[in-house]
């Protein structure tokens, strides 16, 4: 077979599908461009789910005829000139490669206008060629429209999903990308009916409290040349879907490993498994210090300075849960029979009778979410950071599992295991700190079974064990001999835990991840050590559980990240029974 040059048309359909995808990446790129323009406002609007009609218009600087025609042409852009440039990229698009790519697969009309011109121009593309170049009437700024996305490759077309899957990814997408540009009006419409209004706002955090519903706590830090800032939800509103945590990238949104896991670090143990913390994280570091030029689709970035940012990112998060030290406040708590998807929107009415949407922090595709957890009026209860448990009343035992509590007309609702395991860990890890956990020798040594791979691992790793309070040493080639345990699980069975910490990732050879697995470790001793749901407690041992939660370092959420208490106001209590009317 010969080599051969390929044509024009066949390289432009090659780059297309690395750029283009689905409607959403359309709309993602074609939205970049409108952002770089300088525009204030930005509509988009979709037919059939973007596979009929895309349209985005701006109200940006808009291009001149000849520039216009240019754009349509592959690598021509206004952003680099030389290749120094690749090394400070300012813009979201740089490489020239979208409207040409777009262009390539759909039909095309662009029209365009600048703020002096007194007419605009108008640009006809079918399949990537040029059919018209004509004048036109047009306001300010640009209007590109896509229709018929994918007509001359079906086998792309085919792998589209149902029209609402596609605006639903539609969005997503525009709602947090939104976040990195408050100060932007963005508009987005379904086959004529508006789904989407985002008006200004002053900073990205005051549009992602404006989206994102629940208990949250803000953040604003800086170290040196690099800024962190965002917000965060309670542990309790984590979910399985890492697209509820926004990752912003000198106002670029990014999906990032990386920083996904810093963030997880910083919640340390109060996380479970494959959980993601609902939240914005925005970065801001000098140019030259990020690499946005790694992924065709221009979502990743890579970083000069990796273990800076990571630790930045990861401190700042783990400074931040400090402050969630006050009960969360409940009103209605349901959940839905299906699993919790991404960040989803809720309509709600504004002071300026604008509809605005709301972000639950766990919703459904199909049934819809109501965890409306809100902040409650200053007055109420305990302020946040002067709240002690050991201030409230005790009233007795609940389902012989909650504590129920009250203290100035407020109801407070305690997990006892939850508060148990929380105090237990706090206790855990000061010792650890310390080198003051206690162990206790067995009077008969213990001996487990264990795979042979769960058997070398706790060996491996005896002194780390060692250091938690077990003592252990191999009894023939698939048994471990316990000989001692930490003196808080003395009289409880281990062998679960031994079990479950053997097949346990312990390596403490990567980087960054010492302090999680050691974490890991203190959160399923403390839970092993607590009380369990079913036992009834005396009231001096409630108080005295109490009076523990109040020397923890951080109290609200167990190490697995469930609430510990949650506060009723009186007002809401009368609501249960109308007396409120």
């Known amino acids: 077979m010969r080599v051969r040059v390929l044509s024009d048309d066949l390289i432009n359909r090659i780059s297309a599908g690395e750029v283009?995808?689905?409607?959403?990446?359309?709309?993602?790129?074609?939205?970049?461009?409108?952002?770089?323009?300088?525009?204030?406002?930005i509509q988009v609007r979709l037919e059939d789910g973007g596979?009929?009609?895309?349209?985005?218009?701006?109200?940006?600087?808009?291009m001149e005829r000849d520039d216009a025609i240019l754009a349509l042409e592959?690598?021509?852009?206004?952003?680099?000139?030389?290749?120094?440039?690749?090394?400070?990229?300012?813009?979201?698009?740089?490489?020239?490669?979208?409207?040409?790519?777009?262009?390539?697969?759909?039909?095309?009309?662009?029209?365009?206008?600048?703020?002096?011109?007194?007419?605009?121009?108008?640009?006809?593309?079918?399949?990537?060629?040029?059919?018209?170049?004509?004048?036109?009437?047009?306001?300010?700024g640009t209007e590109i429209t896509v229709r018929s996305l994918f007509f001359n490759t079906p086998a792309r077309r085919k792998f589209l999903k149902q029209p609402a899957t596609e605006v639903q990814h539609v969005k997503s997408w525009l709602t947090r990308a939104a976040l990195a540009w408050?100060?932007?009006?963005?508009?987005?419409?379904?086959?004529?009916?508006?789904?989407?209004?985002l008006a200004p706002r002053a900073s990205s955090i005051e549009r992602a409290k404006a989206l994102v519903r629940g208990s949250l706590v803000c953040f604003d830090k800086s170290y040196g040349s690099l800024g962190v800032s965002g917000l965060v939800g309670h542990p309790g509103l984590a979910q399985a879907d890492l697209s509820v945590l926004v990752t912003l990238v000198n106002r670029r949104l990014v999906s990032d490993r990386l920083i996904l896991r810093a963030v997880r670090d910083g919640f340390g143990s109060t996380l479970k498994d494959r959980e993601y913390p609902v939240g914005m994280i925005s970065l801001s570091l000098p140019l030259d210090e990020v690499d946005v030029n790694v992924h065709p689709q221009k979502s990743e970035v890579r970083y000069k300075a990796e273990r800076q940012v990571f630790a930045a990112v990861r401190d700042t998060v783990s400074q931040a849960l400090a402050d969630f030290s006050a009960p969360m406040p409940g009103r209605h708590l349901s959940y839905p029979s299906v699993s919790a998807g991404a960040w989803q929107l809720k309509e709600r009415a504004t002071v300026s009778g604008m509809a605005e949407p709301t972000l639950d922090g766990r919703q459904a595709p199909a049934v819809p979410l109501r965890f409306d957890f809100c902040a409650?009026?200053?007055?109420?209860?305990?302020?946040?950071?002067?709240?002690?448990?050991?201030?409230?009343?005790?009233?007795?035992?609940?389902?012989?599992?909650?504590?129920?509590?009250?203290?100035?007309?407020?109801?407070?609702?305690?997990?006892?295991?939850?508060?148990?395991?929380?105090?237990?860990?706090?206790?855990?890890?000061?010792?650890?700190?310390?080198?003051q956990l206690s162990s206790q020798l067995l009077l008969t040594p213990l001996v487990i079974d264990l795979t042979e791979d769960g058997l070398q691992n706790c060996l491996q790793h005896q002194e780390v064990l060692q250091r938690f309070g077990f003592e252990v040493e191999a009894f023939g080639k698939e048994s471990l001999m316990v000989r001692a345990v930490p003196a808080l699980l003395t009289g409880t069975d281990v062998t679960g835990l031994i079990k479950e910490l053997s097949g346990a990732d312990l390596s403490e050879l990567a980087e960054g991840r010492i302090s999680e697995r050691l974490d890991y470790v203190a959160a399923r001793i403390a839970c092993h050590a607590s009380v369990r749901a079913g036992r009834v407690l005396a009231r001096e041992e409630a108080q005295a559980l109490l009076k523990k939660l109040d020397d923890g370092e951080y109290r609200m959420a167990c190490p697995h990240g469930r609430p510990v208490v949650v506060q009723f106001a009186e007002a809401e209590v009368e609501k249960w029974f109308g007396r409120d009317r």
């Open 20 to 41: 283009v995808d689905r409607p959403v990446s359309v709309v993602r790129e074609l939205v970049d461009n409108a952002i770089d323009a300088g525009a204030s406002e």
């Open 51 to 62: 596979q009929t009609l895309i349209s985005v218009s701006d109200n940006g600087s808009g």
């Open 74 to 140: 592959r690598h021509a852009t206004s952003k680099l000139s030389d290749p120094a440039d690749l090394v400070s990229i300012a813009t979201l698009g740089f490489r020239g490669e979208a409207l040409p790519s777009i262009a390539a697969v759909s039909k095309v009309r662009l029209c365009t206008r600048t703020a002096q011109a007194t007419g605009g121009a108008e640009i006809i593309m079918e399949g990537g060629r040029l059919k018209d170049v004509r004048s036109c009437a047009a306001a300010p």
């Open 182 to 197: 408050p100060a932007i009006h963005f508009r987005l419409s379904s086959d004529g009916r508006e789904i989407l209004n």
């Open 376 to 435: 409650p009026p200053e007055s109420a209860g305990l302020e946040p950071h002067s709240f002690r448990f050991s201030e409230l009343r005790y009233i007795g035992q609940a389902l012989e599992c909650y504590l129920l509590c009250e203290h100035e007309r407020n109801l407070y609702v305690i997990d006892m295991h939850a508060a148990h395991e929380r105090a237990n860990y706090n206790m855990v890890r000061r010792d650890f700190a310390a080198g």
